[in-house]
């Protein structure tokens, strides 16, 4: 359901929700062969039995069924048509969203297709779009997609094995390292074994979670794209030559730092696919850059604009009381995020000496006042977070116990004594009426202190070599103006308690170099994910092997504990093992502690012009305006002539 407001009106913390638990429960191996005899062919193969589906899931469960001829949340009878405007702020300087360098356009990865893709009212479950079947054992040492023969790319040429394979192998030896390094030790091959038909075969002695999606989801290009040109047509070099796609929208054209146009193709193979059914119904999708939010907004009341998801809490509490709101030109939704909350915070990057002492980092987060900025800066729209999976059925209480107790004792003694003891951290609370809390600000000094950071007689504080406690913030210029206060006030309370603190505000692609060279002290930042699964990608934001360069791990964490849990996490045979290492990991998270949470948005906060339409009931896990909303001709051409476009 959504919640229609002309005015947005104040709510408090109170209105954050437990999420809904729509993940599959497995309780042995019954249940997971009753779930595949319900979605898949069983094969026999030797003494192991070989799995044949439309889908997959780790589990074996699937919602919908091999016959399916569209999602429950889409209408199948969405219109085609219209355009959908959005706004974006900074610059970019490529259309090669798979590279390290330079600063993609914005919706850059919609051009391509994928062998299979999740879908937003579950977790783990992935429909097949460029395959038709999935053949693998239970042990998934290897999989086999048979490929749709109708899949073609943008001129005419098919989709193949062949580009499959070469994609991957692309990833591999031009794909960012963090993804390169994980996926090459786990893929030991990958070959065409037809036109059609591709296997990959993994390496049986690692994890068999996130084999089969990692390698399906991966997108695939033309081969004889990439080789017609191998010098120039790169994946880790930026460029503004858009490689060949398959994908339902391309590139129709585009000024560098003010848009970009993607028309849908008339010609798109895969607009019958029952998973495609009442999806891409836009014409076109227009992307229209400002440089800063101020100028963005002021678009979006002129019209150039025509859909806004709101993030900025100052915003949505005050700005939206144009004419153009109050006349019902322009609608306001509250909708429901099923998600859990982004771990969005400021993150310490703890290859700084200065922070590597955990007594220091939790001074410093005494010095930010959530309650505070939340009722100051944030019209008390923000909800309080301390868990990396916030009201889910993961997020870990109090002190372990139960089955999160029993797995973190398999671990042995590389789980420390007080996180079995000790109730799990959870964020301090502050004064609300006052950004210096005098109580906080004094435990946090003494920290400092005990950690051999001493006041000076000019108010700084130094260790015993002299040198100053530095803490060097990077923001953007284009960021939200309510995340820049919340900067300007933790900075005053690190000053007041001695640390040489202070943060930059910088131009967005200095600001994007900087943050891959990971040159900052903090940063806010929303790179790390939450989790209601495990797979590779908890290793590429929060594990070891990659942390020194992987762009998912800001704060560069490197916890022999964090290893342990995901490791064993990989392990787990039922929903409910799983379940118990993934409490297990956000307990570990939050004892390493690395973020300073600072509260999350519990709905979708959306503004457009009333010509937009979408299902009465939005999946949990999307919000979905890009894919399954559409435009209504008879409001879009009244909108037109009653000249409220620009």
């Known amino acids: 359901m959504t919640i229609q407001a002309k005015r947005p009106p104040r709510r408090s913390a109170s209105r954050a929700r437990a999420l809904p638990d729509l993940r599959f429960v497995a309780t042995g191996a019954l249940a997971i062969g009753v779930a595949l005899l319900g979605v898949a062919a069983l094969a026999q193969d030797g003494d192991e039995k070989t799995v044949t589906s439309h889908g997959y899931s780790y589990f074996g469960n699937l ?52 062998l299979i893709e999740s879908v937003e009212d579950s977790v783990g479950q992935y429909y097949c779009i460029l395959c038709e079947s999935i053949e693998y054992p239970e042990s998934r040492d290897w999989v086999i997609f048979h490929m749709r023969e109708d899949a073609k790319f943008w001129d005419g040429t098919p989709v193949t094995a062949e580009d499959v394979v070469y994609s991957h192998k692309l990833f591999i030896t031009q794909g960012l390292p963090s993804y390169a390094q994980a996926v090459g030790r786990m893929v030991t091959s990958a070959e065409a074994l037809d036109t059609y038909t591709v296997k990959f075969t993994f390496d049986p002695d690692l994890t068999k979670r996130s084999r089969i999606e990692t390698v399906g989801s991966t997108p695939v ?29 391309r590139l129709d054209t585009y000024e560098v730092n003010r848009n970009i146009v993607y028309t849908r193709d008339p010609d798109y193979w895969g607009k019958d696919l029952p998973y495609n059914t009442g999806r891409y119904n836009y014409d076109s999708i227009r992307v229209e850059y400002f440089a800063d939010q101020t100028a963005s907004f002021e678009a979006f009341k002129a019209g150039t604009y025509t859909f806004k998801v709101e993030g900025d809490p100052k915003q949505w509490a005050t700005a939206y009381n144009f004419p153009k709101v109050d006349e019902g030109v322009v609608k306001l939704e509250e909708i429901p995020d099923g998600s859990p909350p982004n771990p969005t915070g400021f993150v310490f990057n703890l290859a700084k000496p200065q922070l590597q002492d955990k007594r220091v980092r939790e001074a410093i987060a005494l010095a930010y006042n959530f309650e505070w900025s939340n009722e100051s800066l944030l019209y008390g729209l923000y909800s309080p977070r301390s868990s990396f999976v916030e009201g889910t059925p993961v997020e870990a209480k109090d002190v372990p116990k139960g089955a999160e107790l029993d797995f973190l004792k398999t671990l042995g003694d590389i789980v420390p004594a007080d996180m079995l003891e000790e109730p799990v951290r959870v964020m301090h609370s502050s004064d609300p009426a006052r950004l210096p809390d005098r109580g906080n600000l004094r435990a946090a000094s003494r920290l400092l202190s005990a950690a051999g950071w001493e006041v000076g007689d000019d108010g700084i504080r130094r260790n015993e070599a002299g040198e100053t406690l530095k803490v060097n913030m990077l923001i953007p210029t284009n960021i939200e103006p309510s995340v820049e206060a919340m900067h300007e006030s933790f900075v005053r309370n690190l000053v007041q308690i001695g640390v040489d603190a202070k943060f930059e505000r910088i131009d967005p692609s200095q600001y994007t170099l900087r943050r891959r060279e990971r040159d900052y002290d903090m940063l806010y930042s929303s790179r790390y994910g939450a989790f209601l699964s495990t797979g590779g990608g908890l290793t590429q934001m929060y594990g070891s092997r990659e942390a020194e360069f992987s762009l998912f791990n800001p704060a560069g964490l490197a916890s022999p504990l964090v290893d342990a849990i995901i490791a064993a996490s990989f392990d787990a045979e039922t929903q409910a093992d799983t379940d118990a290492a993934l409490m297990a990991l956000d307990r570990a998270l939050r004892y390493e502690f690395f973020v300073i949470p600072t509260g999350y948005i519990a709905d979708y906060w959306v503004a457009y012009y009333d010509m937009y339409e979408h299902p009465e009931e939005i999946p949990p ?26």
């Not at 080789?227 to 070099?237: G, H, M, Q, S, T």
């Open 63 to 114: 919602d919908y069924p091999a016959d399916y001829t569209h999602f429950d949340f889409v209408n199948p009878e969405a219109p085609k048509g219209g355009e959908l405007v959005i706004g974006a702020t900074g610059t970019f300087d490529s259309l090669n969203p798979y590279s390290r360098k330079g600063r993609p356009g914005t919706l850059t990865t919609v051009m391509y297709d994928q």
């Open 621 to 646: 896990y999307g919000l979905g305006y890009l894919s399954f909303w559409w435009v209504n001709p008879e409001k879009e051409a009244a909108l037109k002539a009653e000249g409220q476009l620009d």
């Open 221 to 249: 290009f033309s081969k004889a794209w990439f080789e017609a040109d191998p010098e120039n047509r790169r994946l880790d070099e930026p460029r503004l030559e858009v490689a060949l796609g398959s994908g339902p929208y």
